[in-house]
């Protein structure tokens, strides 16, 4: 019996704390038969390059000076057909994906938002903006989204959502603070789950 990895590739433009959790659970033998072939950035310092190449993780850069966004993504999406990536995660990728881009790969992209879509999403909302609206609209939950994504902001189909509740002395910091500790535990679980779902991941005879 053979096993085919199912392989994930990374897109990050932060620090990568949720590829951290991922990583972690990679190394505590929590995703049998998933691979993390590659981690790519479009900002050479980005923390998560640093964090994934200290761990023995492929890391690649892709400049993105003078270049268009079509450009760009047509030189990332090569690097993940040559990797073989079955499934692309967005860990604060900081840029907005190509129409061809997302055509190319359907139902193989997934995000996570730190709110609970359809509230505070789209191209205003990302990073503290978000905990920053849920605070200002009196919100009495917020939480996390992991979706599939579509050539819109935050519009593809919704895979899970997990709330958290806003507490009267809950800040900016502190509400970022809830939400990454749900994406931390449930990214993997849903990267998990797809893998589960991927024919092409499971044994075959030789």
């Not at 053979?2 to 990679?26: P, Y």
């Not at 023995?56 to 030189?75: L, M, N, Q």
Request: hydrophobic letters at 40%; proline letters at 4%.
């Amino acid at each position: 019996m053979e096993t085919k990895q199912f392989k994930i590739a990374v897109l990050a433009s932060t620090n990568g704390t949720d590829l951290q959790a991922i990583i972690d659970e990679m190394k505590a033998g929590q995703m049998p038969g998933i691979e993390l072939a590659v981690v790519i950035s479009n900002k050479k310092d980005a923390y998560a390059l640093a964090r994934a190449r200290a761990q023995g993780y492929k890391t690649v850069f892709i400049d993105p000076e003078g270049k268009s966004r079509e450009g760009f993504d047509i030189e990332m999406a090569r690097i993940l057909e040559e990797e073989g990536a079955d499934l692309i995660v967005l860990v604060g990728y900081m840029r907005i994906l190509s129409s061809e881009f997302v055509r190319k790969f359907p139902k193989k992209i997934i995000n996570v938002h730190p709110a609970l879509i359809p509230k505070f999403c789209g191209e205003n909302f990302f990073g503290n903006s978000v905990h920053k609206a849920v605070l200002e609209a009196g919100e009495k939950e917020t939480g996390m989204t992991i979706h599939y994504v579509d050539e819109g902001v935050d519009t593809g189909e919704t895979i899970l959502q997990k709330t958290c509740p806003v507490e009267k002395n809950d800040t900016e910091e502190t509400l970022k603070a809830k939400v990454q500790a749900l994406e931390k535990k449930w990214y993997p679980e849903v990267i998990r789950m797809l893998a589960a779902l991927n024919p092409s991941s499971t044994s075959k005879s030789t």
